[in-house]
């Protein structure tokens, strides 16, 4: 049997979309990519992301 996707469980439980759909919009994303960049944190992720590459992952969280 085929387990459902992230998306298909997130509707199930009425997660919102987006984050546009909780009331954030680019302007506070714009401010979270280098803070994402320079987050301790970030250097356990299995694969690097730039600032660019964050600020693109807010966006199209975004819905945009």
């Known amino acids: ?3 459902p996707g992230v998306g298909t469980v997130g509707r199930e439980r009425g997660t919102p979309p ?4 909780v009331g954030m919009n680019a302007e506070p994303a714009a401010r979270l ?5 320079a ?3 970030a250097s356990g ?8 590459d ?8 975004l819905g945009a």
Do not use: H
Request: aromatic share 6%.
């Open 39 to 41: 987050d301790p944190s």
């Open 1 to 3: 049997a085929s387990r």
């Open 45 to 52: 992720n299995p694969i690097a992301l730039s600032e660019s």
């Open 54 to 61: 964050y600020a693109q992952l807010y966006r199209r969280a």
């Open 18 to 21: 987006t984050l546009a759909a």
């Open 33 to 37: 990519a280098p803070r994402a960049a």
